[in-house]
């Protein structure tokens, strides 16, 4: 069975450092899509970065980069110069080719001022 | 450019009654998606439409039921709601079923007395 694991329930990062978000997966499927959303308090998911499992490059999208290591099977979200609106809940998902997103448990992210 | 709508924003309902939740997807998309997100977990998918019918469908009871009209716009319908039903309940929009990124919109708070 296809699984995401996020290791970290909650993280506190003070201001402006930098943040790795952690997301592994299981897959014997050699074509998906790895996302991150963002799930403020507000609720609505807000999708953040994509990255194809045959990119061969690292995909970035402004403060956020994907830490993708395709071996490990890891996908990491790192966050840099993290700002007090980054404070939410942080989720992995997949897209395995069957057209549905698998999500894993979140991350919840507090960024202390 | 018109992102995802959802209604109503709340609602709530006891026990055996029935809902339904409505959602308009992303300007230019015609396939909707909708997740289930139970307090503290991540989404879970219930199904997916496109060309106003269900192409796949999640680990849910019959009792989820859903509709894709010819504008695209979509429902999600539960007859004999139970407490467990309570819940976020998100549509997701994408361009195409294979389309990789799905945009979400604000959700449907349920809770089911």
């Known amino acids: 069975a296809q699984k995401i694991t996020q290791t970290q329930p909650g993280m506190f990062v003070q201001e402006k450092e930098a943040v790795t978000l952690d997301c592994t997966y299981d897959?014997?499927?050699?074509?998906?899509?790895l996302f991150w959303y963002k799930q403020p308090s507000s609720g609505e998911m807000i999708f953040l970065i994509y990255?194809?499992?045959?990119?061969?490059q690292n995909a970035t999208e402004g403060r956020y980069s994907l830490n993708f290591q395709k071996a490990r099977k890891s996908a990491n979200l790192v966050i840099s110069a993290s700002q007090l609106g980054d404070s939410a809940m942080y989720f992995c998902?997949?897209?395995?080719?069957?057209?549905?997103?698998?999500f894993g448990t979140g991350t919840r992210l507090t960024i202390i001022p | 450019d018109a992102g995802v709508t959802q209604s109503p924003t709340h609602l709530i309902k006891t026990r055996g009654q029935q809902v339904t939740l409505r959602c308009s997807p992303k300007?230019?998309?015609?396939?909707v998606s909708w997740y289930q997100q139970a307090l503290g977990q991540g989404p879970q998918f219930i199904f997916q439409?496109?060309?106003?019918?269900?192409?796949q469908r999640g680990n849910f009871p019959d009792r989820f039921s859903g509709h894709q009209f010819p504008n695209y716009s979509s429902e999600l319908n539960v007859n004999a709601l139970l407490l467990g039903d309570s819940a976020l309940y998100l549509c997701?929009?994408?361009?195409?079923?294979?389309?990789?990124?799905?945009?979400f919109g604000p959700g449907t708070r349920l809770l089911v007395l």
């Open positions: 997701a929009s994408s361009l195409i079923p294979g389309g990789e990124t799905q945009y």
């Open positions: 897959t014997s499927d050699p074509s998906y899509g």
């Open positions: 990255q194809g499992s045959y990119d061969q």
């Open positions: 998902a997949i897209y395995f080719g069957n057209e549905k997103l698998t």
């Open positions: 300007s230019g998309h015609d396939t």
């Open positions: 439409y496109y060309e106003e019918e269900e192409r």
